[in-house]
């Protein structure tokens, strides 16, 4: 064929020589001359496809040498589902099947697990692993239904500082706290106006640490939330309703001269037929607030509210008696206490939580029921007194805090200074402590309370008189009634149990340490000293013995190892994230980098990392 070609291209590149009559071809040799171009041309076509089959081949080796050495260059994630597929088409499209397999775990456990025999891999059941490790696992679907499994070692959150602590302002991250729907508050006092605990013992009980918790829960909210809607029902003067009332009844509006403004007067005839009332379609505000005076033991108020859902109705009852709560079908009563008769008294009330305490205390309806499923049919009163200022709204975060600082105020033992707790306590290894010990944890929630109240109330001197009579249990030994311990004879340390031998629980002496600061910050004087030389005592304390709760992969709720010679008591991860968030605002407040450092360690514990081994 070259050959051909040369002879081609030489007579191609001759010269040509004058067309003539004698030089013309033979006519038998003409049609030989004009197919020569096109078997040229088709010959032509047929190189360029034999170099394109070239090439291509040379390609396709390339690339298959290129893949079996994929393992060198490609991620595992990649290669793993292309040795799947080539274990499939080689069994003819099936994956290969997985063997069961008998796991001995530490040759103290055995668990029935799976085994990949081409992969060399085996298959332990999560439900195991969850329980071993103390780890959390679900399955979700995202959007376009394709399922993924979410591994976390800690369902507890890091809450990150929005800047340097301020004891005038949100406390730490309660504004997420709602200690009113905890299952453990029985409900909201109606003649306190604070949550009552069921905690350590079922029948309720005023529980210091857990009152301050509801008032700086409410502090922060009122911060950070929107302003409340706010719809005014009834205030003798300018806004006033049409209220129904019977022939045997009566109501009017008279003027309040120490008042300088009018309220309502109600009388009513015995019995429900008598009850002056106002209808209602309210939903979602459902916070009510009303000045009320009660004049004789059968007058109350009467709110209905209906669960749309169901369509059932439900009476809340405010009544003068030393009740907490009562449940009779479908009324629901709450004690404004005995000494409520002839007295102005303002009333704050989230008529979703009264409704849902009521129920739960039901056993016959325990279910809960949402805020949004709840609409107030009408407000009533029965008996004698009178009222004014009624409103319903979304919210009323400052009247929740003002009743738990006047609780602080009326509650405190003039004797210690402290807010005791009346109910026993048993810590596992410690001897119990009987009711009426004092929680520096307790104390100092209470006096981080007490300091917002004296500086939004503008220096109301109440507040902080009782704050100050607060540093006293810092002051005096736990074995004497106090708050007071010492580790190795010289750390002191405020225990949030006093306990013997003492304790040295971590998360409620930093909270302890807290209330110490925010009263060195916002009180006068001699006073912001005293609470100042306690933090700093306090501080000391934590940075020398603060690794101590250190255990490599997470924390110690308290030091019982070295006091009562024990296991270590771990902490849970909520109590864990409690200790690093706490941390992390020390480190606002105070640029020692032990505390910064320890605190983002112990936040690396919380997604399975570990301190190193030697």
Not at 235 to 253: A, F, I, L, V, Y
Not at 475 to 487: E, I, M, P, W
Not at 529 to 555: I, N, P, V, Y
Request: glycine fraction near 6%; proline fraction near 4%; hydrophobic fraction near 40%.
């Amino acid at each position: 064929m070259s050959k051909y070609l040369s002879s081609q291209r030489d007579a191609l590149s001759a010269p040509a020589l004058p067309v003539s009559r004698e030089n013309r071809e033979p006519p038998k040799f003409q049609g030989v001359k004009q197919r020569e171009p096109l078997v040229f041309f088709i010959m032509r076509l047929n190189l360029k496809a034999v170099l394109l089959v070239l090439t291509v081949a040379v390609v396709v080796i390339t690339l298959g040498v290129y893949m079996r050495c994929a393992a060198f260059s490609f991620s595992p994630d990649f290669v793993r589902p292309l040795d799947r597929s080539a274990r499939q088409s080689s069994s003819g499209g099936e994956a290969t099947a997985l063997h069961d397999i008998e796991c001995s775990i530490n040759q103290e456990y055995t668990v029935h697990c799976k085994r990949d025999e081409n992969a060399n891999e085996v298959y332990v059941p999560f439900s195991f692993l969850r329980n071993y490790f103390d780890v959390s696992g679900a399955v979700s679907t995202n959007s376009n239904e394709v399922a993924k499994f979410n591994w976390v070692h800690s369902t507890a959150k890091v809450n990150l500082p929005r800047g340097k602590y301020d004891a005038r302002g949100v406390y730490m991250y309660f504004e997420n706290y709602n200690v009113e729907v905890r299952d453990r508050v029985k409900c909201i006092s109606a003649a306190e106006g604070v949550p009552v605990s069921t905690q350590w013992e079922k029948r309720g009980y005023f529980y210091p640490t857990q009152i301050a918790q509801f008032a700086l829960s409410h502090y922060s909210k009122n911060l950070t939330e929107p302003a409340p809607r706010v719809r005014v029902l009834e205030d003798g003067d300018g806004n006033q309703m049409e209220w129904s009332t019977p022939k045997t009844s009566n109501m009017t509006r008279i003027w309040h001269h120490k008042f300088n403004t009018s309220v309502v007067q109600f009388e009513t005839a015995p019995g429900y037929e008598g009850v002056i009332s106002i209808a209602l379609n309210q939903t979602l505000d459902l916070l009510l607030s009303v000045d009320l005076l009660l004049v004789t033991n059968s007058s109350s108020l009467m709110i209905t509210v209906q669960n749309r859902d169901t369509r059932h109705n439900y009476s809340l009852h405010y009544i003068p008696a030393d009740l907490l709560l009562s449940v009779q079908d479908t009324n629901i009563y709450y004690g404004l206490g005995g000494s409520a008769l002839n007295k102005w008294r303002h009333i704050t009330r989230d008529l979703h939580i009264d409704l849902q305490k009521g129920i739960m205390g039901d056993k016959r309806s325990p279910l809960k029921i949402r805020r949004s499923d709840l609409e107030v049919i009408s407000i009533g009163f029965l008996g004698l007194g009178f009222f004014d200022n009624i409103t319903l709204s979304t919210s009323d975060h400052l009247a929740h805090f003002y009743d738990a600082a006047e609780w602080f105020v009326h509650n405190q033992d003039p004797k210690t200074g402290g807010w005791t707790n009346p109910v026993r306590r048993s810590l596992n290894g410690f001897a119990e402590l009987r009711p009426g010990w004092i929680s520096a944890m307790g104390q100092g929630h209470a006096i981080s309370v007490l300091a917002r109240a004296y500086w939004h109330s503008g220096g109301d001197e109440r507040y902080l008189r009782a704050a100050a009579a607060g540093l006293q249990p810092y002051r005096v030994y736990s074995r004497d009634g106090g708050v007071l311990a010492q580790f190795m004879d010289k750390f002191y340390w405020y225990e949030e149990y006093p306990t013997t031998p003492p304790s040295y629980v971590l998360n409620g002496f930093i909270y302890s340490l807290l209330g110490l600061y925010d009263l060195n910050s916002t009180a006068p004087g001699k006073i912001a000293r005293e609470a100042g030389k306690l933090f700093a005592q306090g501080m000391h304390s934590l940075k020398k013995m603060l690794l101590l709760f250190d255990t490599g992969s997470g924390t110690s709720y308290d030091l019982r190892h070295l006091s009562l010679g024990v296991a270590p008591n771990l902490a849970r991860w909520d109590y864990h994230a409690t200790h690093v968030n706490q941390l992390l605002l020390l480190a606002t407040i105070d640029s020692d980098p032990l505390i910064a450092q320890t605190a983002e360690r112990w936040k690396g514990y919380m997604f399975g990392r570990r301190a190193k081994h030697n």
